[in-house]
Structure formats: structure tokens, C-alpha cells
């Protein structure tokens, strides 16, 4: 979060990318800087009547490749930096994928938790009042992320329809069924990197059940915790914002999530199911055989990487690791499972639902699961071969893979094209 020069640490992996492969430098030069990005002051009336003003801002980082795609983060922390940041990874998730779509990304510097329903309501009407003219179906797509959830993208899709003067699905993606989302949405994240590591586990040697620690109890915690418990794994460690839990016999998932949504945090159901308490801080550190960080940016840093005890790592947070982390996590072994492959089963369903809306029709569950598996295999296994060919690690691999089909379009745009300006 509020990690000076998020983005500079980020470009560490283009350079360590680009020394992998032959590219024009010009390449290099286009994508380390966000192409645009638009900051706004969002007014909205309180429900006490007086008005209160939030910064907001919305970055499409990158449109070689199709129109930005990336979600909306309401966070009291957010900065621009931030937006960036996020939109620059949101550009190499899209081109790891092969989804026809640029980075962008978007953020309102607030804590949602202190707005009522109604004022929640206004300041996202408020966001799609100022951004209107920016994004589009065919310009840039926005999404859930941090704090943001289908609600919020409905509110927003029927703002932007207003404004257009016709329903215009296609702009927003993560909407409710109702107003033309998809089904296998809600999970999608948390559904990509469950595939992965079921598909990655035998090349990464783990045999039966495994002992997993998550950070992070929003979307993507929760279904990863539920999709590896029907499997038989045991989540031994879980930790939200406010407090953590542990149970070397498997903490009570339905229990806890129960909790979440009832508004509490995990670490309420103390001396329940015999669930004991654990600090955040030590989450990281837990004795487990899979660590999942899914809260926020830089987790996982040099001060605490020496002390994961995981043979495996699934990012499905946005950067939970940093560059330098990561030399210290690949000296001991230990294997990431890189943000822009492991949490782009929530892009790509994105994809699927703006798919379905231009199209209009839409696809039954199974569907929609199978598409995502395939895909998830298919760049999952693609990665996994460039980093045993390279002997590079699997992040390198993901950077490696994602920028060779952004040079490829960047060089087939032309050097005159409107695209190089
Ligand atoms: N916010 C999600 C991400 O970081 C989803 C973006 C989207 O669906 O466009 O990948």
C-alpha cells in the first residue's frame, strides 16, 4: 500500500524479463509508463446533509493489446502510485492469459466500512459520473477489486446506461445476474489458482492432503479455503485485517465465513470449533505446506521472507511479495505461484461475462468452468515450461511469457501507429 514507489519495484520484473528475451528496446521504454491516468474529487451529499469530497483516480496503464480491463479499489490507503502499479500488472495478467485487453485500474481513496448504504450508492454513481467519457466497452472495462463487490458494479453499470441512454452491459464487468453478470464469477479468482495448483501439483511434488495458511478472509480467501477444504486439505491458519485464527485440525471454514458475513473478523470465533487465536504478523511465518496471501500489496518482504516455512505460495493477491522477497523465498526453495497467473481466473471470467453481454448469450456454469480450467492449464503449463527451460523462477516465467506477446503487438501495431504515440 503506502510502499513508496510501488511501481519502480514492480518494473524490477520487466527488466529481469526483458534480459530473457531479444526485444526492441522501445518496447521496454512504452510499457514503464501508465499511458494515462486521470485524477478526479468525487463530491457526494452525506446522509447527515453536508458533502464530503474523495479523491478517485482511473489509470489505463496499456491498450496494445485491446481495451483496458481492470477492477475498482476502494481503499483509504490508495494512492496513485497504487492505481498504476496495479494497472501495469493488470496489462501483464491480461497478455499471460492471452485475453484481448490492455491494464487499467481504477481506486477512490476511501474506507467503505464508514459509508452507509445509500452514501455507497452515491459514491459510485459519483465515480461513473466523472469517468464516463474514459471508459466504454470498447475503451476501458472496469471491475470488482479490494472493498468493491457486485452491488457497487450494479450500481455503477445502471449509472453509465443513464448516461449513455441505453444498457450498455459490456462496460462494467463482476455486475450482478440480474443485470447481465456471469455466472462463476463470484468464485473465479479464488477457482483460477485452485486449478492451477491442482494441475501443478504433481510437477511441484505434493502428494495428499496439505496443510494451507491463507492471509486475507475477502473473496478470494474465502473460496480458495472452500474449494481446497472440499478437497480434502485442511486450512490450518487464517487471518483478516482485524485478526487471525489457527487449528492444526483444520479450522471450521463455513464457520468462519459465517463470521465474515455477519461483519466480524475470523478472530471472533475464538474458542469456537477449537479455533485459537493468531496474530496477523505471524500468519507468514505459520508451519504449512501452502501459504495464500489474498489481502493486499507487500506481505511478504524481506523482514519476514526468511521465515516462511511453505514449499508453495499462491498470490492471489495483487504484489503480496516483494522483488527482493523473492530472491530470499528462491534461495529456500520455495515456489510462487506468481499474482498475474495465479489470481487471473478473476480477469478471465470478466472476459467471459463482456463476451456473453456482446454476444447476448450467456453460458451455464459448467460451461463457464470448463473454459476457465482449460485456460488456466493451458498458460499454467506454458509458464511452467519456460521456467524449466530458462531455469528462471515461475514469476520470471509468467513476465517472460506475458511480454513476448506484448512486444509481438507492439511491434505489429507500426511505428507511425497512434498506438506508439
Ligand atoms: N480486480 C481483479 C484483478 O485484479 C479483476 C479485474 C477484472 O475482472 O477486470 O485481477
Known amino acids: 500500500m503506502q510502499e513508496d514507489n510501488l511501481l519502480d519495484h514492480a518494473l524490477v520484473r520487466l527488466d529481469e524479463a526483458a534480459a530473457h528475451l531479444n526485444i526492441d528496446p522501445d518496447v521496454i521504454e512504452k510499457l514503464k509508463y501508465a499511458r494515462e491516468t486521470t485524477k478526479v474529487r468525487l463530491m457526494i451529499r452525506m446522509d447527515d446533509g453536508s458533502r464530503k469530497s474523495f479523491l478517485a483516480w482511473r489509470c489505463r496503464y496499456d491498450d496494445t493489446r485491446g481495451p483496458t480491463k481492470g477492477g475498482i479499489r476502494f481503499h483509504p490507503e490508495s494512492t496513485i502510485d497504487e492505481v498504476e502499479t496495479l494497472a501495469f500488472w493488470m496489462t501483464f495478467k491480461c497478455a499471460v492469459m492471452n485475453l484481448p485487453y490492455g491494464g487499467g485500474k481504477g481506486a477512490v481513496q476511501v474506507d467503505p466500512r464508514k459509508l452507509s448504504k445509500a452514501e455507497l450508492e452515491r459514491l459510485s454513481r459519483a465515480y461513473i459520473q466523472a469517468f464516463a467519457r474514459i471508459i466504454g466497452p470498447d475503451r476501458d472495462i472496469p471491475a470488482p477489486d479490494v472493498y468493491t463487490n457486485s452491488m457497487i458494479m450494479g450500481w455503477m453499470a445502471d449509472e453509465y446506461a443513464q448516461i449513455v441512454g441505453q444498457a450498455e452491459p459490456a462496460v462494467i464487468t463482476g455486475k450482478p445476474i440480474a443485470l447481465g453478470g456471469s455466472l462463476g ?96 504478523a505471524e500468519l507468514v511465518g505459520v508451519d504449512c505446506d501452502l501459504l495464500v496471501p489474498a489481502a493486499l500489496e507487500n506481505m511478504i518482504t524481506v523482514e519476514n521472507a526468511a521465515s516462511v ?113
Do not use: C
Open 309 to 421: 516455512k511453505a514449499k508453495l505460495i499462491l498470490e492471489l493477491a495483487n504484489g503480496p511479495v516483494t522483488p527482493e522477497a523473492d530472491r530470499v523465498l528462491a534461495t529456500q526453495g520455495v515456489t510462487v505461484l506468481p499474482d498475474i497467473l495465479a489470481n487471473a481466473g478473476g480477469v478471465t471470467v470478466s472476459y467471459f461475462e463482456w463476451v456473453q453481454n456482446r454476444q447476448g448469450y450467456y453460458w451455464s456454469v459448467e460451461e463457464i468452468h470448463q473454459r476457465l480450467q482449460t485456460i488456466m492449464e493451458r498458460e499454467g503449463r506454458a509458464i511452467w515450461d519456460i521456467a524449466q527451460d530458462k531455469n528462471v523462477t515461475m514469476r520470471v516465467a509468467a513476465y517472460i511469457h506475458a511480454l513476448g506477446r506484448l512486444a509481438e503487438a507492439i511491434e505489429a501495431h507500426g511505428t507511425q501507429s497512434f498506438f506508439d504515440s
Open 185 to 280: 464469477r463470484g468464485d473465479a479468482t479464488a477457482r483460477g489458482g485452485y486449478y492451477l495448483v491442482r494441475d501443478l501439483a504433481e510437477n511441484l511434488g505434493l502428494r495428499g492432503s496439505m496443510r494451507i495458511a491463507v492471509q486475507g478472509f475477502g473473496n478470494a480467501g474465502q473460496h480458495i479455503a472452500k474449494l481446497l477444504g472440499a478437497d480434502g486439505h485442511k486450512i490450518i491458519a487464517v487471518t483478516d485485517s482485524e485478526g487471525g485464527v489457527k487449528s492444526e485440525a483444520g479450522l471450521d471454514v463455513d464457520l468462519l465465513i459465517a463470521t465474515k458475513n455477519a461483519g466480524k473478523s475470523v478472530a471472533s470465533t475464538v474458542g469456537k470449533s477449537g479455533h485459537e487465536f493468531l496474530s496477523p
